[in-house]
């Protein structure tokens, strides 16, 4: 009578540890989720300057995100503590992915601005000669107007 009550408490607490263990994995994929969901935002918003890299980095996270998803999966306590572990992982992963994304949309917005200016300056320079007007005929234009 004893050692089936004490097989019942045994059960029981199996099933608790399961069930605990169910719920973190879930909260890890949940996490995993919403961290994966994040930077692939971040991501699309710079997809034009960098969509080639980016595009490789989205499909590295969501590669990341679908194992976590199968170790979720698995109900004893090793497996939770390893879906803990990665979910920690994938979480830093998508934070230097977004991270990386972000830096380098800055760097490819900052060198198309130069490059733009620089064609604009370049154009604007190609129509002073076409006119015949160059940085000395314009100080002396402005001179004379001044003396007016």
């Known amino acids: 009578m004893a050692s089936h009550k004490q097989s019942d408490q045994a059960q029981e607490k199996t099933g608790q540890m399961m069930d605990s263990t169910k719920q973190k994995a879930e909260q890890a994929k949940d996490k ?3 961290t ?4 692939k935002e971040r991501t699309e918003e710079s997809k034009d300057q960098a969509s080639g890299r980016l595009s490789e980095n989205t499909g590295a996270a969501k590669q990341k ?3 976590m998803s199968q170790a979720a999966k698995e109900k ?3 497996a939770a503590q390893a879906t803990k572990e990665k979910a920690s992982q994938m979480a830093e992963s998508a934070r230097d ?3 990386a ?3 380098q949309t800055g760097s490819i917005l900052q060198k198309t601005s130069e490059q733009v200016k620089s064609m604009a300056q370049d ?3 190609a129509v002073k000669r076409t006119f015949g007007k160059t940085d000395t005929d314009e100080n002396a234009n402005t001179t004379k107007r001044d003396d007016h």
């Open 65 to 67: 995100s679908s194992e």
């Open 123 to 125: 154009a604007a320079d």
């Open 76 to 78: 004893d306590l090793g």
């Open 32 to 34: 995993v989720s919403e």
């Open 36 to 39: 994966a969901q994040s930077a």
């Open 101 to 103: 994304g972000k830096d």
């Open 97 to 99: 992915t977004a991270e």
